[in-house]
C-alpha cells in the first residue's frame, strides 16, 4: 500500500524559499503507475493544486505560481520535493503531497500524505 | 473565491441521506471533466471517495455515490454515521485556467 510521508520546516521567512519533501513507501518514485503533486490549503479557504511531476520527467504547475514553484524528485531517496520561492504571508498553509494513479483521464488524487502547517513570518 | 462553488455546510440525522452539490462551469464540468469527491478529516490525509463522477475506490462504502449533470456534480451519503462527520471537497480540471480546481468543501455535521 503506497503511503506518503511529509517533512520539512514549519516556519519560514517572508522572501526566503519554502522547501517540503515527501517521502514515498510501498512503492517506487520511478513507477509510471503514479504521478506526484503537492497541494496547499490556505487557512480558512479551499484546497489549491500547485503542481506535479510525472514519471517521463514532465512537470506542469499551477498558472499563477508557475513562476516560483520547482517540484523534482530524488530517485535515490523515493522522495519528491516541493521548493516555492520569495514566499510571502499568502503563502502560509497546510501543505499535502499525493500520488495520482497515472491511467489516461484519470485526474484525481488517489492518495494524500497527511499535511503540514507552513507559516510565513518573520 | 473557489472555482467551483459549494454550499459551506450540510447536515442530517443518524441514518438518513444528505447531497453535497458542486457547481462549476461550462470550461470545468460543464466541459464534459470528470468530477472526483474526497473526505477530509482535520489533521488526518484528505481521502478519495468519488472518482470519474461516479466511482469508488476499492474500500469506500457504497453508502457514498456520485453523480454529474450538466454543470454540476452532487455528492450523495445514505445512511449517515457519526463517522462521517467531516469536510468534503469536489475537484475537476478547468481548461481555461489549465489546472486542476477544487471546491471550498462543505461541512458535514451529523446531528
Known amino acids: 500500500q503506497l503511503q506518503l510521508q511529509l517533512s520539512g520546516p514549519g516556519l519560514v521567512k517572508p522572501s526566503e524559499t519554502l522547501s517540503l519533501t515527501c517521502t514515498v513507501s510501498g512503492g517506487s518514485i520511478s513507477s509510471s503507475s503514479y504521478y506526484w503533486g503537492w497541494v496547499r490549503q490556505p487557512p480558512g479557504k479551499g484546497l489549491e493544486w500547485i503542481g506535479s511531476?510525472?514519471?517521463?520527467?514532465?512537470?506542469y504547475y499551477n498558472p499563477s505560481l508557475k513562476s516560483r514553484v520547482t517540484i523534482s524528485i530524488d530517485t535515490s531517496k523515493n522522495q519528491f520535493s516541493l521548493k516555492l520561492s520569495s514566499v510571502t504571508a499568502a503563502d502560509t498553509a497546510v501543505y499535502y503531497c499525493a500520488a495520482n494513479i497515472a491511467v489516461p483521464g484519470h485526474d484525481a488524487f488517489d492518495i494524500w500524505g497527511r499535511g503540514t502547517l507552513v507559516t510565513v513570518s518573520s | 473565491q473557489s472555482v467551483l462553488t459549494q454550499s459551506p455546510s450540510v447536515s442530517g440525522a443518524p441514518g438518513l441521506r444528505v447531497t453535497i452539490s458542486c457547481t462549476g462551469s461550462?470550461?470545468?464540468?460543464?466541459?464534459?471533466?470528470?468530477v472526483q469527491w474526497y473526505q477530509h478529516l482535520p489533521g488526518i490525509a484528505p481521502k478519495l471517495l468519488i472518482y470519474?463522477?461516479?466511482n469508488r475506490p476499492s474500500g469506500v462504502p457504497d453508502r457514498f455515490s456520485g453523480s454529474k449533470s450538466g454543470t454540476s456534480a452532487s455528492l450523495a451519503i445514505t445512511g449517515l454515521q457519526a463517522e462521517d462527520e467531516a469536510d468534503y471537497y469536489c475537484q475537476s480540471y478547468d481548461s481555461s485556467l489549465s489546472r486542476w480546481v477544487f471546491g471550498g468543501g462543505t461541512k458535514l455535521t451529523v446531528l
Open positions: 511531476f510525472y514519471s517521463s520527467g514532465s512537470t
Open positions: 470519474g463522477n461516479r
Open positions: 461550462s470550461s470545468n464540468i460543464g466541459a464534459g471533466y470528470d
